[in-house]
């Protein structure tokens, strides 16, 4: 089975700030990652798909890189409606799996 | 708008069981491949199943093997997860999703573009 490690699992920035987020694959997946955003008591929201593709209607400050074992999340001037919980989730091979998430707060 | 709605949702005795449904809306749906995804309360996100866009093939995570069945009527646009032999650890809210998807002749890896609200399953005595 595949891994998926994210770090950091929190972090707190102040509005305007950059922040990544790592997200390492236990073997190789290529660029079959896709980044989701989780808001508290909501479902999820796609983001990126294939690593480093921007979802219709996600705004341009999201971005993703990455292929193979390691890949990142960047959000370039952080905003308030950015707190959340992230994940990556690899999607090249069953089982399925998620990273365990980075809970982003704004400062 | 693409619509997902899971229904079914609810408190049942540890060793019962549970069929979730969720119907789809405002998108070919018998194209695209459905999966399933739980959260524990304030835990993260799990893969749970999948089913490919035809019902042929289906895949389990190991902790729902043999206890979990998923089908879908690709008439009806929906897409159900029976639930039984369920244990404490079972409690989540259960959201269903779509995957991979074919558009004419070309075929696409995907997970998680459209989401539901998600349903909440309570396996407690």
């Known amino acids: 089975d595949i891994q998926m490690t994210q770090s950091p699992s929190s972090l707190s920035a102040p509005v305007g700030d950059r922040v990544t987020i790592t997200c390492r694959a236990s073997q190789g997946i290529s660029s079959y990652l896709a980044w989701f955003q989780q808001r508290p008591g909501k479902a999820p929201k796609s983001l990126i798909y294939?690593?480093?593709n921007l979802q219709n209607g996600v705004p341009s400050r999201f971005s993703g890189s990455g292929s193979g074992t390691y890949f990142t999340l960047t959000i370039s001037g952080l905003q308030p409606e950015d707190s959340a919980t992230y994940y990556c989730q690899q999607y090249l091979r069953y089982p399925y799996s998620f990273g365990q998430g980075t809970k982003v707060e704004i400062k | 708008e693409v619509q997902l709605v899971e229904s079914g949702g609810g408190l049942v005795k540890p060793g019962g069981s549970l069929r979730l449904s969720c119907a789809v809306s405002g998108l070919n749906f018998s194209n695209y491949d459905m999966i399933w995804v739980r959260q524990a309360p304030g835990k993260g996100l799990e893969w749970v199943s999948s089913?490919?866009?035809?019902?042929?093939?289906?895949y389990f995570a190991d902790f729902v093997k043999g206890r979990f069945t998923i089908s879908r009527d690709n008439a009806q646009n929906s897409v159900s997860l029976q639930m039984s032999s369920l244990r404490g650890e079972d409690t989540a809210v259960y959201f269903c999703a779509t995957g991979g998807y074919c558009s004419g002749s070309d075929c696409f890896s995907a997970v998680g573009d459209y989401w539901g609200q998600g349903t909440l399953a309570t396996v407690s005595s």
């Open positions: 294939a690593a480093s």
């Open positions: 089913i490919s866009s035809s019902g042929t093939y289906k």
